[in-house]
C-alpha cells in the first residue's frame, strides 16, 4: 500500500517542478520487508493532501470489504436461524400444540423439525441450540472487534440483530415452556393408562382364577378331582381349612398314579416345629409310609398300578394303634406309632408335596404325580364297615373335620381342577 501511495506521490510530483536543492533517495529492503515502502522525505515531515487522501481511500475500501464479508456472514447466520425458526414453528399446530403426527416420525432423527419421542430430549436440545447462537453471537461481535471497530457497524444492523435474536430466544423458551407442559400431559396420560391396564390385568388374573377354581364347573362341591401331572416342586393343591388338636383320626381318599419310583405324597400335615406331624409317602423304592410326629410306620398298601384305589388309614394316640384299608379291605395294622401323642393343631394341609417348612420348601422328588378326589378326615376311628361301605359307593359319608368341598380346596402353580369320574366308574377301574 506505501508502495502504492509512493507511486502516486511520485507521479503527482512529476506534474510539478521540483523544487530547487532537493531530491529523491530509495533505499533497497530485502525481500520479506515487501511493503514497508520506500521513505519519502516530505516537508514538515507529513504527506501531501492528494497522497494522504488516497491513503485514506485505500484504507476505506478495505475497511468496506472486510464490513462486507462480516455482514455476508451474519447473513448467513440469519437464515440459519430463520429456517430452524421455521421448522420449530411448523412443528406446532393452530392451537399452539404439536401438530398431529409430529411425533410419530422415524426414529433416529434428532433435529429442530423432527423432534424425537422424548420431550426431554427436545428441551436439553433447544437448550443446546440456543446455546450455541449465543456462542456465534459473542464470537461475531469478538470478531468485529478484532478487525474493526465496532462501532463501524451500522447501527441499524446491529439493532436487528440483537432484536432478531431477542425474539428467536423468546421463542424457544415458549417453545420449552410448551414441551415442559406437553411432558407433563404424556405422564399423566401414561398413568392413567398404566392404571387402567393393571385394573384389567386384575380382573383377568380373578377370571382365571375362578375358572382355575372351577366353581362352576362341577353338577356337585364334591364332585371334582385335583389333577398333579409332573413331578415339580411347585405343583400342589392346599386345604384351606386347618386341623384342631385330635387324639384320633381317619383319613380316606381316591387317587390314581403310575408315577416310578413311587408315587410321592399324596398329602402331609406340618405345624410350627413339627413339619412332619401327619404325612403320607412312597418316595424312591420305599413301600408307602405313614408318618405321624416324624414316627415311621410302613403300610401295606399296593396303588401305583395307574389305576383308581380307595384307600383308608385310622389313627388313635391310645397305644398308637393304626389300620390301612385300601379299596375297603384291611390290608394291615400296628401300634406303637407315636403313642400319647395329640396331633397339633393350627397347621398347613397340603395335596401333592411334602412339606420340610410350614406350607413350603417342597422337593420335586418327594412331589405326587397323578390325580386324587374324596379327600376326607374324620375326629374319631371309623368302623371297618363304614369304609368299606365309602369304598364300594354305598355310602356317601363326608368327614366331620375335613370334607372334599370345591371352595375349601386351592391349587397352585399349574395343578388343576377337573371333574372326577363317577364313583361307580371308579369301582369299574379297580
Avoid at 387324639?247 to 412332619?276: D, K
Wanted: charged share 25%; hydrophobic share 35%.
Amino acid at each position: 500500500l506505501l508502495l502504492a501511495v509512493a507511486a502516486g506521490g511520485r507521479g503527482a510530483a512529476g506534474e510539478q517542478e521540483s523544487p530547487p536543492g532537493s531530491r529523491f533517495v530509495c533505499t533497497s529492503l530485502p525481500l520479506d520487508a515487501a511493503g514497508a515502502g520506500c521513505p519519502v522525505p516530505m516537508q514538515g515531515g507529513a504527506l501531501p493532501p492528494e497522497e494522504e487522501l488516497k491513503a485514506t481511500v485505500l484504507q476505506l475500501r478495505e475497511t468496506v470489504l472486510q464490513q462486507k464479508e462480516t455482514i455476508g456472514s451474519q447473513r448467513e447466520a440469519i437464515r440459519e436461524l430463520t429456517g430452524k425458526l421455521s421448522r420449530c414453528e411448523s412443528t406446532a399446530g393452530p392451537d399452539g400444540k404439536p401438530a398431529a403426527g409430529t411425533w410419530k416420525k422415524e426414529k433416529g432423527k434428532d433435529t429442530m423439525g423432527d423432534l424425537p419421542r422424548d420431550p426431554a430430549q427436545v428441551i436439553d436440545q433447544l437448550s443446546r441450540t440456543m446455546q450455541t447462537l449465543k456462542d456465534r453471537l459473542e464470537s461475531l461481535e469478538h470478531q468485529l472487534r478484532a478487525n474493526v471497530s465496532y462501532a463501524a457497524l451500522p447501527n441499524d444492523l446491529r439493532e436487528m440483530l440483537q432484536r432478531r435474536l431477542g425474539d428467536l430466544e423468546r421463542q424457544l423458551l415458549s417453545k420449552v415452556a410448551e414441551l415442559e407442559d406437553e411432558k407433563s400431559l404424556l405422564h399423566n396420560e401414561t398413568s392413567a393408562h398404566r392404571q387402567k391396564t393393571e385394573t384389567a390385568l386384575n380382573a383377568l388374573l380373578e377370571r382365571v382364577s375362578e375358572l382355575e377354581k372351577g366353581n362352576s364347573a362341577f353338577k356337585s362341591p364334591d364332585e371334582f378331582k385335583v389333577s398333579l401331572p409332573l413331578r415339580t416342586n411347585y405343583l400342589y393343591g392346599k386345604i384351606k381349612k386347618t386341623l384342631p388338636e385330635l387324639y384320633a383320626f381317619t383319613v380316606c381318599l381316591w387317587l390314581r398314579s403310575s408315577a416310578s419310583p413311587g408315587i410321592g405324597t399324596p398329602f402331609s400335615y406340618a405345624v410350627p416345629g413339627q413339619a412332619n406331624e401327619i404325612v403320607l409317602i412312597e418316595w424312591g423304592n420305599n413301600p408307602i409310609e405313614l408318618l405321624i410326629n416324624d414316627k415311621v410306620a410302613q403300610l401295606p398298601l399296593f396303588i401305583s398300578d395307574g389305576k383308581w384305589h380307595h384307600i383308608c388309614i385310622t389313627w388313635t394316640t391310645r397305644d398308637g394303634m393304626w389300620e390301612a384299608f385300601q379299596d375297603g379291605e384291611k390290608l394291615g395294622t400296628g401300634e406303637n406309632l407315636a403313642p400319647w401323642h395329640p396331633i397339633k393343631p393350627g397347621g398347613v394341609l397340603i395335596l401333592g408335596q411334602e412339606q420340610d417348612t410350614v406350607g413350603g420348601r417342597f422337593d420335586a422328588t418327594q412331589a405326587f404325580v397323578g390325580e386324587m378326589s374324596q379327600f376326607n378326615i374324620w375326629d374319631r376311628v371309623l368302623k371297618a364297615e363304614d369304609i368299606t361301605n365309602i369304598a364300594n359307593c354305598s355310602t356317601n359319608m363326608p368327614g366331620n373335620i375335613i370334607p372334599w368341598v370345591d371352595n375349601n380346596v386351592d391349587v397352585f402353580g399349574g395343578a388343576t381342577k377337573w371333574p372326577v369320574e363317577t364313583c361307580e366308574e371308579r369301582l369299574l377301574d379297580l
